[in-house]
């Protein structure tokens, strides 16, 4: 195990250089749900700049057929521009803009989510250029190699998100994504998604976060090997943001990946909060999150 000493590998910086923190969306998402939290982050003096992945935010693919009408058996078959996307290429963008980021000063890497998968491999990538990482809710993979094996274990099992598998349209193996239906009009798949994703929030606030949602998840990002290495990302300090009412990522399991970090690098624990939130929660009161992330630079 190494020694957790790279800081001489770092880029030089003015003693009063700005952290940037540099955030990460997960499944299905973009930039755009970042905004809240960038405003307060704005508002206490502090530098952000919101990922794109590859095949998200301008870049996302919204067929005619999912749309209003909606023809669900023609977008059935529609080839996902995400098909191709690997974790590879996410972990390579956000290694790039945390390249030119960190010659302006201290980056802290921040995912939530799936981005949890690219902050890890970033991290494994170029330690020596982020000052710390954090997970809101967000897979930290250890002794499993992706989420996907994760969610067959018994600290998955308090999810909520089985039912959503009818929001599901098209065959995964044939689309090379997962491809969920959020314009759906089922009043009772609505209920259940909001019970999975965002329960704490009414259901316009709900209905407004869907639709800064996109329909396709790539599989190859959800199932490639994202384990944390010791030697590179166990270097690093690190912090995890416990969201207590999460459905969507169970508190068990995220309680899992902590204790299994822990023990990867027990040198270099994770720095443990909890917030009262559900998976997406944070986002209706960011200023919880922000004292956190503004604790994190002093």
């Known amino acids: 195990?190494?020694?957790?000493?790279?800081?001489?590998?770092?880029?030089?910086?003015?003693?009063?250089?700005?952290?940037?923190?540099v955030l990460v969306h997960g499944s299905c998402s973009s930039s755009s749900m970042w905004a809240p939290i960038q405003r307060e982050l704005?508002?206490?003096?502090?530098?952000s700049y919101a990922v794109d992945l590859p095949g998200h935010g301008l870049d996302?693919?919204?067929?005619a057929a999912y749309q209003a009408p909606q023809d669900l058996d023609a977008w059935a078959v529609e080839p996902s521009t995400l098909a191709g996307v690997t974790l590879q290429d996410n972990v390579d963008m956000v290694v790039d803009a945390v390249r030119r980021l960190a010659e302006h000063g201290p980056v802290v890497l921040v995912g939530a989510s799936l981005g949890g998968?690219?902050?890890?491999?970033?991290?494994?990538?170029?330690?020596e250029l982020i000052s710390r990482l954090v997970y809101i809710s967000a897979w930290s993979c250890v002794r499993c190699s992706s989420p996907v094996e994760y969610m067959q274990e018994p600290e998955f099992a308090e999810n909520l998100i089985a039912p959503l598998a009818a929001l599901n349209v098209g065959d995964p193996a044939e689309l090379g994504v997962g491809r969920a239906n959020y314009r759906t009009a089922d009043p009772d798949l609505f209920a259940a998604a909001k019970a999975a994703i965002m329960a704490d929030g009414t259901d316009d606030q709900f209905r407004a976060f869907l639709n800064i949602l996109q329909p396709d998840e790539?599989?190859?990002v959800m199932m490639a090997d994202a384990r944390a290495h010791a030697d590179t990302w166990g270097t690093i300090p690190r912090t995890y943001i416990r969201l207590a009412e999460d459905r969507t990522?169970?508190?068990?399991?995220?309680?899992?990946?902590?204790a299994e970090c822990d023990a990867l690098t027990p040198d270099n624990p994770y720095d443990v909060h909890t917030l009262s939130t559900s998976h997406t929660g944070f986002v209706l009161d960011p200023k919880q999150l922000v004292t956190i992330l503004d604790q994190l630079t002093d």
């Open 249 to 258: 990522l169970p508190v068990a399991m995220q309680d899992r990946l902590i």
């Open 117 to 127: 998968t690219t902050v890890t491999g970033v991290g494994n990538t170029v330690p």
């Open 60 to 63: 996302a693919q919204y067929p």
């Open 218 to 220: 790539s599989l190859a």
């Open 42 to 47: 704005a508002l206490l003096g502090h530098r």
């Open 1 to 21: 195990m190494s020694s957790f000493s790279n800081s001489a590998t770092r880029p030089r910086q003015s003693s009063d250089a700005a952290t940037t923190f």
